[in-house]
């Protein structure tokens, strides 16, 4: 497996997967005062944007992240609207 691909994917895995625990608190909790809802917006549309310029590329690690970090940032900021 080509070496640049490896490393875009560990990268990927490491940033997406970042989100996750902060996600999982949200969920259990159900306390989401000290998240910022300003940066959950900006987070999503930057989100959308990296999934279409991974489309425009054909980038597989740069999509397959960003369609987990969507999901992510999409549930918390959900929570985020629900329990404020």
Do not use: C
């Amino acid at each position: 497996m080509d070496p640049v691909l490896i490393t875009g994917l560990i990268a990927a895995s490491l940033t997406t997967f970042a989100f996750l625990p902060q996600s999982i608190r949200a969920l259990k909790t159900k306390h989401t005062k000290d998240l910022s809802l300003p940066m959950l917006i900006m987070l999503e549309f930057g989100v959308i944007v990296w999934i279409i310029y991974g489309i425009m590329i054909s980038d597989i690690p740069l999509l397959a992240a960003n369609s987990v970090s969507f999901f992510f940032v999409t549930a918390t900021l959900i929570m985020k609207i629900k329990y404020g």
